[in-house]
């Protein structure tokens, strides 16, 4: 079977790329090694975990927030099982749309391995092999949790996809790596009762993002009840009757140790190419295993492309869909482009943080001139009405041309609200742009906007 285009893997990535190039009149296909569509994203990563979040965070505010509003409540009962399957039926609803997209733009499916063959072929390993040909093959395959050797997975001790799907509580969960995904997930299980200790080696959580994120979101999540050993190293872990006993050392060299029901590992990810063929292909990954590509995400190989994951940089799935929107636009003659400077980051803790830009540290470190203006939501109206005062809105903007060169928020709805800054950079807005659009009151937003008048030490409301 012969097709403009072949995509392999059907996560963000791949099934967007897949849709827009339909759109644009390319004959699509796309194989995907599981039964349903949507890749790690929507199967056993962002989708379900964000509705345990959602479904925890009820259950956390009617346990420790109702009061406060005048609202009492008995005696409060978690229905685990049901919580699961809510998260099951999102799911399968959000892969069941996709699935209706592609018979929408005819888009032709297939269930298998896919592998690369060379001269614009792919094998299809599924219930029967079959080979397909292109005229441009997109590598879209995403990535999968790294295992380290004196922690394997199993039972006990488990990756993001296995905290996930948890029959009971744990009484202690120990969360190895101070990541994203190690406190998201880490946040549904304390909110559900479980006492959970984060043992992350740097020396603060979220290391890459600005260090006033780091710190605030160490002090919020540990008046939440969240315990945290940062400096330290997991050194081994020993499941013995029912229990993870768990070694480790902080930078001291002082030996720490731990019994917990589950261990979730979370410490990255990593490109997903076993068995893809692309030796067939002349691809070459690099010491990561990650595929190198140029501008245009071309492999070098002729005709075959890869995007998302697999190719590194930031690990997001919005990311990879505007790769996909981008190369699919390109391979169809027009000009797809993407600005990796204006791409937001996301954690979904409560608070939440969002951020995008340059951090002040790499700002300091490239010599950067540079201003700054902060804001709480303590100090905001509608953050106030809604007890939601944790947190602040950070913006950098250049000394010189006032330019902003990154925003970083800590508050609630903080996925939401980053997007107007997303917006001024793709847009190469000043912070006096910023600081001159009405926003209306009382609104979170507002903080954004008192944060770019703090540019100026000009700052309105208190």
Not at 31 to 50: A, M, Q
Not at 113 to 127: H, T
Not at 140 to 150: D, I, M, N, R
Not at 358 to 370: D, N, Q, R
Request: proline share 3%; net charge negative.
């Amino acid at each position: 079977m012969e097709f403009d285009v072949i995509i392999i893997g059907s996560g963000p990535g791949g099934y967007v790329a897949a849709i827009r190039a339909a759109q644009l009149g390319l004959n699509t296909a796309v194989i995907e090694k599981y039964n349903t569509f949507g890749g790690t994203c929507l199967n056993v990563g962002c989708i379900p975990s964000k509705a345990l979040l959602q479904s925890s965070e009820k259950f956390h505010d009617a346990h420790k927030g109702f009061a406060k509003h005048g609202i009492e409540v008995g005696e409060l009962k978690l229905d685990l099982a049901a919580m699961m399957g809510r998260k099951t039926d999102v799911v399968k609803g959000l892969t069941d749309g996709i699935a209706y997209l592609f018979k929408k733009n005819k888009i032709t499916g297939f269930t298998g391995v896919g592998k690369l063959l060379g001269d614009g072929k792919v094998e299809v390993a599924g219930e029967e092999t079959q080979v397909l040909t292109g005229k441009h093959i997109i590598i879209a395959t995403g990535s999968k949790p790294v295992e380290l050797p004196f922690l394997p997975f199993g039972e006990h001790i488990v990756s993001s996809t296995g905290a996930l799907a948890f029959d009971k509580v744990p009484e202690h969960l120990l969360v190895v790596g101070g990541g994203v995904i190690g406190l998201e997930l880490g946040s549904v299980w304390a909110r559900l009762g479980a006492k959970v200790t984060v043992v992350e080696f740097l020396d603060r959580i979220l290391p890459p993002m600005d260090k006033a994120v780091s710190k605030e979101m160490k002090k919020v999540l540990t008046r939440q009840g969240m315990k945290f050993h940062l400096s330290t190293g997991v050194t081994g872990a020993e499941v013995k009757d029912g229990k993870v006993h768990v070694t480790a050392k902080d930078k001291k060299d002082k030996e720490l140790s731990f019994e917990v029901d589950k261990v979730l590992v979370s410490v990255g990810r990593r490109p997903y190419t076993e068995g893809l063929g692309l030796e067939n292909a002349g691809i070459t990954p690099d010491k990561h295993g990650f595929i190198q590509v140029d501008n245009h995400w071309s492999t070098g190989a002729p005709g075959i492309y890869a995007i998302g994951d697999v190719i590194g940089g930031l690990m997001l799935a919005h990311k990879a869909e505007d790769e996909g929107i981008a190369l699919a636009e390109q391979l169809a003659g027009k000009a797809g482009h993407l600005n990796y400077d204006a791409i937001p980051n996301i954690v979904y803790t409560w608070p939440e943080v969002a951020c995008v830009g340059k951090t002040e540290e790499e700002l300091k470190e490239a010599e950067v001139p540079y201003n700054t203006g902060q804001f709480p939501f303590r100090a905001n109206s509608r953050a106030r009405c809604a007890d939601v005062t944790d947190g602040f809105v950070k913006i950098l903007a250049h000394a010189e041309t006032d330019r902003v060169l990154g925003v970083h928020i800590v508050a609630a709805n903080a996925s939401e609200l980053i997007a107007e800054a997303v917006l001024a950079m793709e847009y190469s807005a000043s912070a006096e742009d910023v600081a001159r659009t009405v926003h209306g009151h009382p609104t979170l937003s507002e903080a954004v906007r008192q944060a770019a008048l703090g540019v100026d030490n000009r700052i309105i409301q208190m």
